[in-house]
């Protein structure tokens, strides 16, 4: 009952406009059949998914920018266009990035890890069973410690963290209750000194489908989550949250289903319009 009042406290605040939503990169990138944007703490590099219009098939995708442009997107040289493979994610420093690829055995997802060299991308990795289990794990983004945040589907999407402990990740450990419930919470992007934490719920007297929320970490504890307001989510579904380093945006993507054709874009917005200092201000926290 706490949270949902909190959560009703919020979404009264949060009608003030805090500044434009972008659709980036449009028909280029952004053509009603891509989600899942991060781009590389240079800038100068991005990976996507491409949905084409549905859920059978599902590729990364890549691009450069060139004297300022973005570049047409090809394949990712580590994709393998056998299996659908989603939701790719630079770590901070740029070198790695964490995706999910189907495995058609257990028909769930598992986070495989590329690394970066003086040629391009090495061949993906599967990473351990601390991680990756028969319940389909997804959606993993990584702090400056390379501890790595992820959603575990099982009878519902949860958001656990696995850390990373002399040079081997732990058994990952689900996150608070604060943050976890009955329902589903996913996509969860980390920030780089792991203070807050951005995902989607599903939550009741939400804005739409399923909006993006903020939770902050203090002592250790993750605070009740906060809606990001009407700027950001709307009647539709919003997800795959990221930040672009470089150039200070916050990122997320879109999702509608329209007579049964799945429609969705990526977005971008002024990082420092959502105002994290004052959200924290917010937060409350289980005693």
Excluded at 62 to 87: C, E, Y
Excluded at 149 to 170: A, C, E, G
Excluded at 202 to 212: A, I, P, T, V
Aim: hydrophobic letters at 35%.
């Amino acid at each position: 009952m706490t949270k949902v009042i909190y959560l009703l406290t919020y979404i009264l605040i949060s009608n003030i406009a805090f500044g434009q939503v972008k659709l980036f990169e449009p028909n280029l990138i952004s053509d009603n059949q891509a989600f899942g944007l991060t781009i590389s703490p240079s800038g100068k590099e991005l990976f996507f998914v491409k949905s084409f219009g549905g859920r059978d098939t599902l590729q990364i995708y890549h691009s450069m920018k060139v004297n300022g442009q973005w570049q047409i997107p090809t394949l990712a040289t580590f994709a393998d266009t056998r299996f659908r493979q989603i939701d790719p994610a630079f770590s901070p420093d740029g070198n790695t990035i964490l995706f999910n690829s189907l495995n058609t055995a257990q028909n769930s997802f598992d986070i495989y890890v590329t690394n970066k060299t003086s040629t391009g991308w090495t061949t993906p990795e599967r990473l351990s069973d601390s991680i990756n289990t028969t319940s389909g794990d997804f959606y993993a983004t990584m702090t400056n410690k390379k501890n790595i945040y992820f959603t575990r589907r099982s009878t519902s999407n949860d958001i656990y963290v696995s850390y990373f402990v002399n040079n081997k990740y732990q058994k990952a450990v689900l996150l608070d209750k604060t943050i976890n419930t009955e329902g589903n919470e996913s996509n969860p992007y980390i920030s780089k000194n792991e203070d807050f934490i951005i995902f989607f719920a599903e939550y009741e007297n939400g804005f739409g489908d399923s909006d993006l929320y903020i939770s902050f970490k203090k002592r250790n504890k993750w605070s009740y989550p906060i809606n990001l307001g009407n700027e950001i989510n709307s009647k539709v579904g919003e997800f795959c949250p990221s930040i672009d380093l470089k150039n200070q945006l916050f990122l997320f993507s879109r999702t509608e289903d329209i007579n049964g054709k799945r429609f969705e874009n990526m977005y971008s917005y002024p990082f420092k319009n959502l105002k994290i200092r004052k959200l924290k201000k917010l937060a409350k926290w289980d005693n």
